[in-house]
């Protein structure tokens, strides 16, 4: 397997996914309150995907090798949960912080983009790690050029993380992705400048780094799925799908409710 070159038919297509799954994000946006639960919010993001978007979620019953397959239509990870948090029972009280995390399919290409959202207001640390974690992802994003390394990206991800205090998860990274979910190449989060693969125009991937207030040690939970820090600190995460344009990049995954881009990416 090799990375895929997208074409420009293809290109609009992606365009077109990950606004998509933007706009999930926009729309369920209201109903992240205190009282909410999880499946609750699993059920409006599925029932706007399936009906009003006629997009299929990408998610539900999605099945890698060594699992089963995903129950729900989404992935809710609040507080210590890193990733692949499972929708449920689970009431949002508050001041939790939650990562809600849409993947979509579009005329067959997947659009992926996730979001930190605060129940009520947040404590002082957790919204640090939100706005620190939010400017990793643009950092990461900001390195991405054709002719560029894949280890830029991880390099710009992990110096700023770990220049607040906080910690770079390993075991999950981003991705490319198209007419699959999860394609070459890996892209990590963490390395060195001038290492790995060489970025290409047309290549789409994405950068969705998982920073943990505390040690970057994870676990994963009985239901096969959840992901959560070992020593329960609070872990944030955001996603884009970017584009590796002729110039430099563009992002996939923008709409009308994306927070706007940092103010650190202008600075020198
Ligand atoms: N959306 C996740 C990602 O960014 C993958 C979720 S897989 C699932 O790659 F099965 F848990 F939904
Ligand atoms: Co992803
Ligand atoms: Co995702």
């Not at 978007?53 to 089963?68: C, D, I």
């Not at 912080?97 to 983009?113: E, S």
């Not at 969705?208 to 995460?237: F, Y």
């Not at 009308?256 to 881009?261: E, F, I, M, T, V």
Request: include cysteine.
């Amino acid at each position: 397997m090799s990375i895929s070159i997208k074409t420009p038919e293809e290109i609009e297509k992606m365009r077109v996914a990950g606004r998509l799954a933007a706009e999930v994000l926009d729309h369920v946006r209201p109903f992240i309150k205190p009282g909410v639960t999880t499946g609750e919010l699993d059920k409006i993001c599925h029932d706007y995907m399936v009906n009003v978007q006629k997009t299929v979620p990408a998610p539900l019953n999605y099945a890698p090798s060594g699992h089963q397959p995903y129950p729900r239509s989404i992935c809710t990870s609040v507080n210590h949960q890193v990733c692949h948090g499972v929708p449920g029972d689970r009431r949002l009280k508050p001041a939790d912080i939650v990562n809600l995390d849409i993947t979509v399919i579009k005329d067959g290409y997947h659009g992926d983009t996730s979001r930190m959202f605060y129940v009520g207001e947040p404590s002082i640390q957790a919204k640090r790690l939100c706005e620190i974690t939010y400017e990793c992802m643009w950092l990461g994003i900001a390195a991405v050029k054709p002719g560029g390394f894949l280890g830029d990206i991880g390099h710009a991800v992990q110096r700023h993380a770990e220049c607040h205090g906080f910690s770079v998860v390993r075991e999950f990274c981003g991705h490319g992705i198209g007419l699959r979910f999860h394609e070459e190449p890996q892209v990590l989060h963490y390395g060195k400048p001038g290492t790995g693969i060489n970025l290409a125009a047309g290549m789409t991937f994405t950068v969705e780094p998982m920073i943990n207030a505390g040690k970057r040690d994870i676990r994963q939970l009985a239901d096969g799925w959840t992901i959560v820090t070992k020593d329960h600190s609070l872990s944030a995460q955001w996603e884009h799908t970017v584009l590796v344009t002729d110039t430099g990049y563009e992002v996939l995954t923008l709409s009308a409710g994306s927070p706007p881009r940092p103010a650190v990416l202008s600075q020198p």
